[in-house]
């Protein structure tokens, strides 16, 4: 199945990447901002914060990240609230309509979508104590927000929003829709007998899907607290992507990582592995020079 392109423009509103940001696509009625806290008297400010909307708050708490959920007909109000009674976000997301479009039972409804994917993917804590109650929209109306939601979950992971993108995969349900050709999805297997990981993976679309039942460190091994690697392999057990049993541990199901090298790090346990050990299956190369090869056919 061939999947369209969409156009996405990101204005950067005072010229820096870590400021303020806007984010729409052509023929979506949506729009997006994001702020960090520090700039909150300037979003506040802006004519989107008087729509109505939801709204993401987006932090840290012991090293996990969080989120809150929520909804108002005028965010400003609700917003300053939360800057005085929540002190551990460090930015918001506003997410609205550019016509100001959007009514109550639309962000309702909304808001509770979100808290239904974001609990569902369990990549984040959630602030929110229970998934709101649906609004009640015509039949017409529901498939509109869901259309509306489905291209927010593509403007997300664009403006580095974690949370709300599944990573675990159904192979026998994705493999015909991802592929964009006819010929077979590349296949590599990871072996570290000396350690005792052994795994298999697809490189499926943009995705390097690490195998259900594929081994690895029960534990990262890191004095950085903080490394990015370490942290995804925390909430993977957390999550329980990943099984712990008697100091051995398994994906429990599919789990799709952004890069070969992302997936090695975490099945190895350390910030310092490397993709050559991943062996396409059948060509005996090393992932990194059966990447070579391809780009060297693909220029040729």
Known sequence: MNTRGRSLELFFIDGRPDGMLTAEVFNWTGHVLRAPRTQLKEALARREARYTGAYLLLGEEDGRPRVYIGEAEDMRERLRSHAINKDWWDSVVLITSAADALHKAHVKYLESRLVEIARDVGAVDLENGNTPTRSSLSEAATSNMESFIETLMMVLPAIQVEGFDRKTRQISETRDAELSAPEEAPEFTYSRPNLGFYAHAILLGNDFIVLSGSTLSPEF???????????????????????????????????????????????VGRSNSSKTHWIHTKTGQTYADWEQSQLTEDTE
Do not use: C, M, Q
């Open 221 to 267: 091994r890191s004095e950085n607290k903080t490394d990015r690697w370490a942290r995804l392999h925390r909430s993977l057990i957390a999550e329980k992507a990943i099984v712990v049993r008697e100091n051995k541990a398994e994906f429990s199901g599919d789990y799709a990582f952004p890069s070969a090298r992302d997936a090695a790090k975490v099945i």
